[in-house]
């Protein structure tokens, strides 16, 4: 059987996540160097999440590293995110010199997808139509960057993510988005608003998921959490493997 997707595997499918918003946002670029995943997403100049490189080896860094630079001169990018492995000093200390600053060090969890609960009943009623309009909306309200993500996203005729949203008297309210990868589901865009926290929504999305990527011939799950989401990750079958650094760098 199939293990765990080690730290190296999830920073894949993590990189994939990112570069299949940017290849659909209106203007959106996405290029590989060696081990190198870069991306650019105009839209949303402001927002260094959703423009920058993945170091996912050795090679082809430096050319990604220019090809960022270039774009975000060109298309009027204000920031980027430069996305290494934890532990790799010389890299770090490149990134500090070259004017980064460290915004994060998540964790990065997997699980078997058979070890992931069964779909939970809801507390609340499920879109049946989501679009990515409404998890853009969810996130950028939860993310604090009013009309970021909705402006990147913009309205894709198709949005390759799969996408599960709640809503409360018809206003959505929370939403989870999953890629499949390969064999691996990558789950991410998990945004519960703050007044409907702590009832087991943003739980029951991520086991909804899971089954539908079971039903879809996905083996694995894996995700980039946040320190306050990891417990709950846990709670439902993931595991730590590692960490990553996201060095920012702001321009102009």
Known sequence: MQGHPDAAAVARSNAASFSAIAGASPGGRVARFGDSVAILTPASPER???SGLFALGRDGFDEAYSWVEAGCAETGIEAFTVWLAAGDEARASEM??????????PPLMSALLDDIPSPRPLPLAEVKAPTAAMAAE??????????????????????????AVLADLGRPVACAAGLPVGEDFHL???????EHRRRGLAGGLVTLLA???????CVTTSLVSSPAGEPMYEHLGYRGVGAVQMWERRLG
Do not use: C, I, K
Request: proline letters at 9%.
């Open 188 to 194: 991410t865009m998990v945004a519960t608003l703050p």
């Open 96 to 105: 500090e010199r070259r004017g980064h600053r460290l915004d994060g060090n």
């Open 211 to 217: 089954g539908w990527a079971r039903e879809s011939g």
């Open 138 to 163: 969810l996130n950028d309200a939860v993310y604090g960057y009013p009309g970021s993500f909705l402006r990147a996203v913009g309205d894709p005729q198709e949005f390759p993510f799969l996408l």
């Open 48 to 50: 260094p999440l959703l």
